[in-house]
């Protein structure tokens, strides 16, 4: 039995260095019609930096409230070794030079994000959160991230970090690693991560599901 989910909001953050003058650290682009993963090496300039890094990180969230269902009604059981669950993105490769041999990496996120309503991905003049500072914004209170990027990490019930690395769950005897990696060889490679261990905790209501960061590794 397979079924396929649908993410349920998407976004990418970044620091991307604009015209040589500032960073769009407040940009959003949660309309734009691609997930930009990327990282940039003196590409341009920040002040008196001549080689600087940009970034960018997918958040992605996916209602497994079907899951949860099926799991109730036990027509599937998350705690089988049957069970698997993916994310899978695919390649939009439009004849640009991409990297080799990389890694990406999903880790679950400690905090909800907002999508917005941003689409602008030249000038990154739309500003909402999402974005590299801030994670969501809601009864005139502005959440935002730990650590900007969206990439404080630590184990399941730390506090005041943006992503769960690992951690045990009520139920285990021992902690159990609840990211994903991929090493892209060849860079066009499509994007498939296994995370049954996150969504087997989350669907059992044990973890909250508020999406996930995919990032570079290291």
């Known amino acids: 039995m397979y079924r396929i989910l649908t993410s349920s909001k998407d976004s990418y953050i970044t620091n991307k260095i604009i015209n040589n003058k500032f960073r769009a650290t407040d940009a959003n682009v949660g309309q734009a019609g691609t997930l ?31 899951v949860r269902n099926m799991h109730a009604d036990k027509i599937i059981d998350v705690g089988d070794s049957s069970f698997n669950a993916c994310i ?3 390649d939009v490769y439009g004849g640009q030079t991409t990297p080799s041999k990389f890694k990406l990496i999903a880790m679950p996120l400690s905090k909800s994000f907002d999508e917005g309503s941003g689409y602008d991905i030249v000038n990154f003049s739309d500003l909402d959160s999402t974005n590299w500072v801030t994670a969501s914004y809601s009864n005139g209170e502005i959440n935002k991230w730990n650590l900007h990027g969206a990439l404080k990490s630590g184990s399941f019930k730390d506090e005041n ?7 045990t769950i ?4 021992s902690p159990i690693n609840l990211t994903a990696e991929q090493l892209f060889s060849k860079g066009t490679e499509n994007l498939s991560l296994n995370v049954t261990n996150f969504v087997s905790a989350s669907v059992k209501s044990l973890i909250d599901n508020h999406g996930f960061v995919i990032a570079y590794s290291g």
């Open 36 to 66: 930009d993963l990327f990282k940039l090496y003196a590409e341009n300039i920040s002040g008196s930096n001549r080689t600087p890094t940009e970034l960018s990180r997918i958040l992605i969230k996916f209602n497994l409230d079907e």
């Open 88 to 90: 899978k993105l695919f």
């Open 161 to 167: 970090i943006d992503v769960i690395i690992s951690g």
């Open 170 to 173: 009520p139920g285990q005897s």
